[in-house]
């Protein structure tokens, strides 16, 4: 479980489950949120299933996109090494969406321990946007998305 669904539903519903069920197909959130500068937004998050096939089995829901978040488990080192290959299966798709990276289950690292793997992930992919976020904590979520349509 790399977290996708738990993100949503924190920010969406601000709940957090520990019961694991993996999503088959798509979910959709809907979420209005307050920018700092008083503005409102309506977030629409398509809640894709994950693996190499959902990019390419869906890539008709990836059309039109503004913006791309894709989630890893940071305590899954695999879930980051396949990141790369999604992006640019995903950029081939959709060349003008704003990518982001979320890193979920921060919650787990100590402070130092954390800051280490944020100095590691900013050297092994740099050009992009990065948010360090907790699925169960709600620690980095609303702020990601806040990022991500300011992007």
Request: charged share 25%; glycine share 6%; proline share 1%.
């Amino acid at each position: 479980m790399v977290g996708k669904t738990s993100i949503a539903n924190r920010v969406t519903h601000n709940t957090f489950s520990q019961d694991y069920k993996s999503t088959i197909g798509i979910k959709i959130f809907k979420k209005i949120i307050e920018l700092k500068n008083a503005e409102t937004v309506e977030v629409v998050i398509w809640d894709i299933f994950g693996g190499k096939e959902a990019v390419h089995d869906f890539s008709h829901y990836f059309k039109g996109a503004h913006s791309i978040i894709l989630v890893m488990d940071s305590q899954r080192k695999e879930t980051i090494e396949k990141i790369q290959s999604y992006r640019i299966s995903l950029n081939a798709i959709v060349p003008n969406a704003n990518f982001a990276l979320a890193f979920n289950k921060v919650d787990l690292f100590e402070e130092e321990e954390l800051n280490l793997f944020k100095e590691s992930m900013c050297l092994a992919i740099p050009e992009s946007m990065s948010y360090y976020i907790s699925a169960k904590t709600g620690q980095g979520a609303l702020d990601m998305f806040g990022g991500v349509i300011r992007q």
